[in-house]
């Protein structure tokens, strides 16, 4: 009987050990044993000789051709700093994994948010940061109308084009379809052309495959002629043609389209789903077969969260707060459960305001939030934190970073928050890639 209760306490104090971890520990276990960052700068690793055939086209690259972020001398702000549970970090660990093979397959970022990241904004800078380092070209999924125009592509649309969004204070909850939760509706005889945009990031300007989504089973033509089309109508239709050519109009006689996807082999694909007046809390009331569809067709790696924003002026209080964070916590649940394994960065919302009275919910919002995503296994990287903490949005202002409304960022501003979280990411990828390739050497006292 006694050694029942000496196995019993050992697995207790095991689990007991494993919760609070989870529960406590923001930083991800690659950095727990991280010497100062002076000695941070990773030793070149010996060559290793791939063993098998030579030329088999599969064989994973040796050890000196991984892209290993440099560690500056200069540690990262810790404002700057993502948090999460022990689970959440293992995550991102995948993530940074599959970044080593898009040199071979795709490899998907879903970037969901409100207002501030519309137009590109923010995604665009990942996104080329991604595809600059690991390949891909193309924006990744594009719509014809949307409220603020993308700087990724050109396009312009003939005939009865509606667009219907499944939030909002118009919503129609048959719109609430992936990826973007609205859709555009065609009625005969519409057309959709598509071009480049030569102000668009490089990795964006040319792309040589097209899929198109919609609901039902809408006909469509292209012109020109593309390299291969589908041969009847479905749900999920895929074009090739010759990268670099400027220009594709669809043609449709009536159709619903959710989307399409403008890629160019492997690499990796940062999607740009801007939600205007979205608050991030109807995940759960999309269809699951779209969850499904959608990673059949493509490779989540990483979906990012940013909302709070639309949600702040009718906070009054932190019990507001906490009410409006439970809905966020169960849409990152949903997520979860839809995509297992695939990490959730939630993106906290931004300074707002001319002080820090304007918006008495702020406060409460942002550690309502970051609570709930770091109880929900989330990473958490609070951009109100980033920016300066509670009345930088003035300072931003003062030097054209953000508009005079106080709320939204700039070009210029937007693009500032996207590096300071390249940064972020970049900082954490650097540290999990020297402890998984030297960690003799960062565990020495």
């Not at 609070?382 to 409304?405: I, N, S, T």
């Amino acid at each position: 009987m006694k050694s029942w209760a000496s196995w019993g306490l050992m697995w207790g104090s095991f689990l007991a050990l494993w919760v609070a971890l989870n529960t406590w520990m923001p930083a991800p276990p690659w950095r727990l044993f991280s010497p100062p960052a002076g000695r941070m700068a990773p030793m070149a690793p010996k060559p290793v000789q791939v063993l098998g055939l030579p030329d088999a086209p599969n064989a994973s690259p040796p050890l000196t051709t991984v892209d290993v972020e440099p560690l500056d001398s200069v540690p990262l702000p810790p404002s700057w700093k993502i948090a999460g549970s022990a689970r959440a970090w293992f995550q991102l660990g995948t993530f940074f994994q599959k970044l080593e093979q898009a040199h071979r397959m795709q490899v998907d970022v879903y970037h969901w948010g409100d207002s501030q990241i519309e137009g590109d904004r923010i995604t665009g800078a990942l996104r080329e940061h991604f595809q600059k380092k690991h390949g891909g070209q193309g924006a990744g999924w594009v719509m014809p109308l949307t409220p603020a125009p993308t700087f990724a592509v050109r396009q312009s649309t003939t005939g009865e084009v509606r667009r219907v969004a499944g939030f909002g204070p118009r919503r129609d909850a048959e719109a609430r379809r992936l990826p973007f939760l609205a859709v555009n509706r065609f009625d005969s005889a519409s057309t959709w052309t598509l071009r480049s945009n030569p102000m668009a990031r490089a990795h964006c300007q040319t792309w040589s495959n097209m899929a198109l989504w919609q609901a039902g089973e809408g006909q469509w033509d292209v012109s020109p002629r593309t390299t291969s089309s589908p041969s009847a109508a479905a749900p999920w239709q895929a074009w090739t043609h010759e990268e670099g050519l400027d220009g594709r109009t669809w043609r449709t006689a009536g159709a619903t389209l959710l989307g399409a996807n403008l890629t160019s082999g492997p690499g990796v694909y940062v999607h740009n789903l801007a939600m205007r007046g979205g608050s991030g809390t109807l995940f759960d009331d999309v269809p699951d077969a779209d969850w499904h569809l959608l990673q059949e067709q493509t490779n989540p790696a990483l979906v990012v969260l940013q909302f709070g924003g639309n949600a702040v002026p009718s906070i009054a209080n932190a019990k507001g707060a906490r009410r409006y964070a439970q809905k966020v916590g169960q849409n990152i649940r949903h997520i979860q459960a839809q995509w297992p394994g695939v990490p959730i960065l939630f993106i906290g919302p931004s300074d707002m305001g001319k002080n820090v009275n304007t918006y008495p919910g702020l406060q409460h919002t942002v550690t309502a939030l970051r609570d709930t995503a770091l109880a929900n296994h989330a990473l958490h990287w609070d951009l109100q934190a980033v920016m300066g903490g509670p009345g930088a949005m003035k300072r931003w202002v003062d030097q054209r970073w953000a508009g005079d409304d106080h709320v939204h960022f700039s070009v210029r501003g937007a693009q500032e928050a996207a590096q300071r979280l390249i940064q972020a990411l970049a900082h954490e990828r650097a540290l999990w890639a020297n402890r998984r390739i030297q960690p003799a050497k960062l565990m020495e006292p």
